[in-house]
């Protein structure tokens, strides 16, 4: 498999970063990556909290690092 550019569905840092910084879209993206990946626990602990800490830890590695928190890498 090529390795992606960044972490929502390999688009580029900065539209990654933008869908980051949106709740909702962060949310949605977040869990839908995850799931893609077959990580179910990660994708349903995103589902389930991704409108708290979850978010804000994703904004921090996007900025910092161009990837979504990968907390739960099963």
């Given at each position: ?62 900025i910092k690092d161009g ?8």
């Amino acid at each position: 498999m090529a390795k992606r550019s960044s972490d929502y569905f390999g688009l580029s840092k900065l539209v990654s970063l933008i869908l980051a910084i949106i709740p909702f879209t962060a949310w949605i993206c977040g869990a839908i990556t995850r799931l893609q990946e077959g990580k179910i626990v990660a994708g349903l602990i995103r589902l389930i909290f991704g409108f708290t800490l979850v978010w804000i830890l994703d904004l921090i590695f996007m900025i910092k690092d161009g990837k979504i928190c990968r907390l739960l890498d099963m």
